[in-house]
C-alpha cells in the first residue's frame, strides 16, 4: 500500500513535467504517420512502427531507406545505429533501477526515449532523495502518457496522409524533421565536426553498395566526435 | 506499395534491437560502467547519422534533380534552430518555406 502511494505520487509528477514535450512530440508523430502513409505503408504497419519501436528519429531513418528500396539488415542496421544513444541512457539509469525485479526492468526498457531519460536525469539531480518506487513512478509519469500521445498523433497523421496526394515531395519532411533535431546540437564543436563527417562521408561513399556508405559515415564520424572532444577536454584541463 | 514481410521483417528487427538497446545495461551488465571512450562515442550517434540520410534527398529529388528550394529550405532550418535553439520553430520554417513556396509555383 504505502509503496503504491509513492508510486502514484511519482506518477503525477512525472506526469505534469512530461507535459510540455506533448508540444515536440505531437506534430512529430503526427509527421512521421504522414510520411510514413505517403511513402506506402498501410495503417497497420504505420502503427507497427510507433508502437513496436516507438524511436521516432529510428523510425524516420528506416522510412527514409525504405524509400531507396535498402535490403532489410543495411534499414535495421542504419536505423539502430541512431538509437545507439539509448545504451548511455540504459547506463545512467542503472543505479536507480538496476535492483529492481526483472519484468519491471522490462517494462522501464521499453518507455526508454528521451524524454523520459531527460527529464528522470533532470529529477535525479534536483530530488536526490526521492524513493526507488517513487522514481520509478515518475519515469513512467513522463513515459507514458508521451509514449500513448505518439500512438495516437501516429494514428492521426496516417488518417491524414491518406488524404494528402502523392506527389508533394513529403520525402522533404523527413531531412526537415532531422535538420530541426540536430541543429540545437551544432553549437558544439565536436558535434558540428561530427555531422560534417557524416554528410561529407556519406555523399563521398555514395557509391558504396546498399547504402553501407552511410554506416561507415556514422562511424567516422563518431569517431571524430569523440576525438575532437578528447583533445578539448586535454586543452582545457592544460589551461587551468 | 511495400511488401508485407519485407515491411514487417524491419518492423519486428528493429523493434526487438531497439528495445534490447535499451534494456542492455539495465537488464544484463548491471553495474559495471561503460567503457569511457565508447560512452564519449556514443554521446554522437545522432548527429553522426541523421545529417548523412539529410544530404542526398536534400541534393537530390526523386527524379534525380537539383532542386534549389531543397536547399534553401534546408539551410533555413539549420540557421534558425542554431540560433533558436527550437525544434518546433526551426521545422515549421522549413516546412512552411518548401511546401509554402512549392505550391505557389
Known amino acids: ?52 519501436v516507438i524511436a521516432g528519429a529510428a523510425q524516420v531513418t528506416a522510412l527514409s531507406l525504405m524509400n531507396e528500396n535498402a535490403p532489410v539488415l543495411i534499414v535495421v542496421f542504419t536505423a539502430l545505429a541512431v538509437n545507439m544513444r539509448m545504451a548511455i541512457y540504459s547506463a545512467a539509469l542503472v543505479e536507480h533501477f538496476g535492483r529492481f525485479p526483472l519484468w519491471k526492468r522490462a517494462v522501464a526498457a521499453y518507455w526508454l526515449f528521451d524524454q523520459p531519460f531527460a527529464m528522470t536525469s533532470v529529477d535525479i539531480t534536483k530530488n536526490p532523495q526521492r524513493p526507488r518506487e517513487e522514481r520509478f513512478g515518475f519515469y513512467l509519469g513522463v513515459a507514458i502518457p508521451l509514449g500513448i500521445l505518439w500512438y495516437v498523433v501516429t494514428y492521426m497523421g496516417a488518417t491524414l496522409g491518406d488524404l494528402l496526394p502523392t506527389d508533394i515531395g513529403m520525402e522533404f519532411a523527413i531531412p526537415a524533421t532531422f535538420l530541426a533535431l540536430v541543429a540545437p546540437l551544432l553549437r558544439s564543436l565536436p558535434h558540428l565536426a561530427a555531422a560534417f563527417t557524416s554528410v561529407a562521408g556519406t555523399l563521398a561513399f555514395a557509391s558504396l553498395p546498399f547504402n553501407s556508405g552511410l554506416l561507415l559515415a556514422a562511424l567516422l564520424a563518431l569517431i571524430v566526435g569523440a576525438e575532437i572532444e578528447k583533445r578539448l577536454e586535454r586543452r582545457r584541463s592544460a589551461d587551468v | 506499395m511495400f511488401d508485407s514481410s519485407y515491411v514487417w521483417t524491419i518492423i519486428i528487427l528493429l523493434g526487438a534491437g531497439t528495445w534490447m538497446i535499451r534494456f542492455s545495461f539495465m537488464g544484463l551488465v548491471g553495474d559495471r560502467p561503460l567503457p569511457a571512450y565508447l560512452r564519449r562515442m556514443l554521446n554522437y550517434s545522432a548527429v553522426a547519422v541523421l545529417p548523412g540520410i539529410c544530404a542526398p534527398i536534400i541534393l537530390t529529388n526523386k527524379t534525380g534533380d537539383f532542386e534549389p528550394l531543397r536547399l534553401i529550405a534546408a539551410a533555413a532550418i539549420l540557421i534558425i534552430g542554431v540560433w533558436t535553439q527550437s525544434l518546433m520553430k526551426s521545422i515549421s520554417a522549413g516546412l512552411l518555406i518548401y511546401f509554402g513556396i512549392n505550391a505557389l509555383l
Open chain 1, 1 to 52: 500500500m504505502q509503496t503504491q502511494g509513492t508510486f502514484l505520487r511519482g506518477f503525477r509528477q512525472g506526469f505534469w513535467s512530461g507535459l510540455p514535450f506533448a508540444l515536440v512530440l505531437g506534430p512529430f508523430g503526427m509527421l512521421f504517420g504522414v510520411i510514413a502513409t505517403e511513402a506506402g505503408l498501410n495503417l497497420v504497419e504505420v502503427m507497427g512502427f510507433s508502437v513496436l
